[in-house]
Each structure stands twice: as C-alpha cells, then as structure tokens.
C-alpha cells in the first residue's frame, strides 16, 4: 500500500493517475494547502520541501517503509519499481527523462509563476504577467513541434514524461491561467488521446472531494 500526500492539483495529478497506470493501490493522505498544513513539523517530516506531493511505500526497497517527495522523482520511483512507463532500453529512457526534465524545470514552475502573477500577487506586475505567458507559450509550441511528429512525448511509447504534463494541459489549468491553446492542434490531440485512458480518468476522479451531502 502507497500512501499519497494530497490535494487536487496538478503535481498530484501526475501521481494518482501513474499509481492508476501502474495497478498500486493507494490510500489518500489529504493536506489542505489552502490551510498552511503542508508546514506542519509531521508533514515536514514526509517532504521537507513543504510541497505535495510525497508518498509512504511500506513496501519500499529491503521491503522498508520509503519516503518519497517532487512528482519527478516519484515518477520515476514508481515507473522503476513496476518496470512500467520508463523504458528499460538507454536511447528510450534517456529521451523519456528528457521529456520529464522539460516539464519538471519548465511547464510546471512557468505555470505556477504565471498563476502567481496573475491572480494571487498583492502588487500587480503586468511584466512578470507578460514573462511568464510568452514562456508558457514558448514552451506548448516545444511541445506541439515535438507531437507533430510524434504519438507521444517520448516517441512511440505512453510514459511517465506524458503523464508529467498532462495535468497541465487541463481544462481547469488552462482555464484558471485564461490560456489559449487554440493555436497547438498536436498537444490537443496528444491531449485528447490521453483524456480517453481509463487509468487517467480514474486518476483525476480520485483526488476529487466527496460531493457534499
Ligand atoms: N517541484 C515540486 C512542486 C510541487 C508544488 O509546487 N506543489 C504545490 C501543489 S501543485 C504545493 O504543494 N504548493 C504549496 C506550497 O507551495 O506551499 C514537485 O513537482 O513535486
């Protein structure tokens, strides 16, 4: 059993929807970041970073509990101890971290800058604005040069480097930030493809909260 640090936000998304992928069943572990909990000394035990997500796998390494916190590297903890989603073959795996890198230095901090920016800055600064939206367009026109010529991010094979920017392709991303992806037909349709997977549906479906009664 994995527990999952949580809350419904992209960086966690990647890791309910890989644990979906991958067949490990995982016991939610709710933070509420709205409410500073991801300060708090027993989560700072978990990820000293302050960050979701992290995971416990009681079935770690020597079949020890194992403490693992940044999306990416749960990716790839997780990718690696199922031998799913990261090609074993070097030229695969090394163009699938490649990938994730992309996302991890790029897709995802440009997203939260320009998140900041726009709605929860205290002083408006229409440049920072400005910097992070051409960035965040620069780096979907990577991706769809990429997609033009290519079923998935890695090439031919769905890996953890697609599910790493997925969440952040959402509706509810591009929404909150107010961007336009009209002009990027191949991350829509590269989008579309992975929306359609029964493990990505049942990934986003489990972090959402219980309607209320
Ligand atoms: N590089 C980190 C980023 C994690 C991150 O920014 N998580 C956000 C939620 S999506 C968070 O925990 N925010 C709370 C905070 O910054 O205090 C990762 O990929 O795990």
Known sequence: MID???YDTPN???ISIVLQEVGLSY????????AGEQFQPEYLVINP??????IVDHEGPGGKPHVVFESGAIL???AEKTGKLLPAEPAARSRTLQWLMVQMSGVGPSFGQLGYYQSRAEVKAPEAVERFEGEVRRLYGVLDRRLATNVFLAGDEYSIADIAVFPWTTER???I????WSGFANVRRWHENLASREAVRRGLASLCPEPAK
Do not use: E, M
């Open 173 to 175: 991303v591009r929404t």
């Open 177 to 180: 930030q107010a961007f336009d």
């Open 49 to 54: 970073n302050n960050k979701l997500p992290a």
């Open 27 to 34: 016991c939610l572990k709710p933070i509420d970041i709205f």
């Open 12 to 14: 966690v998304q990647k």
């Open 76 to 78: 790839i903890y997780l």
């Open 4 to 6: 999952l640090y949580s």
